[in-house]
């Protein structure tokens, strides 16, 4: 009631079942009150008991990243103890089979896993088709007991002249043209320079090297096992520098430059 008039305001009356009935309708409330702030809002983190959706995120992304990590040191270390090999002039072959058969087993695991789709079964038939007209057009030649093919089918416009330190060959390509694996071996370096585009450079068994430079990108990373044939990288196209597209392509043989032209037959 009004403290100065003393008129009634609000009356109720107060009983068993109007009590159970007023505190049940407040629990339920309650309840759902909390339901949605667990449910609904970031306070949930704040129970004891849920985790920190953050912390999550950071623990996966800090997983990937420690994965990515060791993967690239198991490779820096295989491939400084290789080029180390290389340079003092010892065999690698036995080191190059165990590694060429652990990826084969990895790579089959995978081809278990994913089935090549259609574009890239086409793309694939498209590059075998380029490598046997390669093939049949320039031929290729024996170099240490391994057949090498030509990385890519075009005209030579410049030879190798060991005078001039010009240790490749330079062979004129078209525009976005692939360049593929002389022959089977381990991608053991990539790099970007400011006049050779793109480089990649391939070790092979029985200490034979072979560089592939002036691209426009790369196909494939550094310890990646790559075939005869297979795809590594993309000619610089028509446009930029230089004007025309080609690939300059060396090869070396325990340390010695040697005429790619005299080993795949351009």
């Not at 038939?125 to 075009?154: K, S, Y």
């Not at 002249?161 to 043209?177: C, K, L, P, R, V």
Request: without cysteine.
């Amino acid at each position: 009631m009004d403290t100065d008039t003393f008129k009634e305001k609000f009356s109720f009356q107060l009983s068993g079942i109007n009590l159970f009935v007023t505190i049940g309708i407040t629990v339920i409330i309650l309840i759902l009150l909390t339901t949605i702030l667990i449910a609904f809002t970031p306070l949930r983190e704040w129970i004891p008991g849920y985790t920190n959706s953050k912390m999550l995120e950071q623990s996966y992304d800090n997983t990937q990243r420690i994965d990515s990590l060791e993967t690239a040191v198991e490779n820096q270390e295989w491939l400084i103890s290789t080029m180390q090999a290389i340079i003092s002039g010892k065999n690698i072959d036995e080191q190059m089979k165990q590694m060429l058969a652990d990826t084969t087993a990895t790579l089959q695991q995978v081809a278990d896993t994913y089935r090549h789709s259609k574009a890239d079964s086409l793309l694939r038939e498209e590059v075998e088709a380029t490598t046997r007209a390669q093939a049949a057009n320039g031929g290729d030649m024996v170099l240490g007991g391994h057949r090498f093919i030509p990385p890519l089918h075009g005209n030579v416009v410049r030879k190798y002249d060991a005078t001039s330190n010009h240790y490749g060959t330079d062979i004129a390509g078209i525009t976005a043209q692939p360049v593929v694996a002389a022959f089977r071996g381990t991608v053991v370096a990539t790099h970007l320079t400011d006049d050779a585009g793109y480089v990649i450079i391939i070790q092979h068994p029985d200490n034979i090297t072979t560089i592939y430079r002036n691209n426009s990108s790369l196909l494939k990373h550094q310890g990646d096992i790559v075939r005869t044939g297979e795809p590594i990288a993309i000619v610089i196209p028509a446009g930029k520098k230089p004007l025309m597209p080609y690939l300059h392509f060396e090869i070396w043989e325990n340390g010695q430059s040697v005429d790619p032209e005299d080993i795949i037959g351009l």
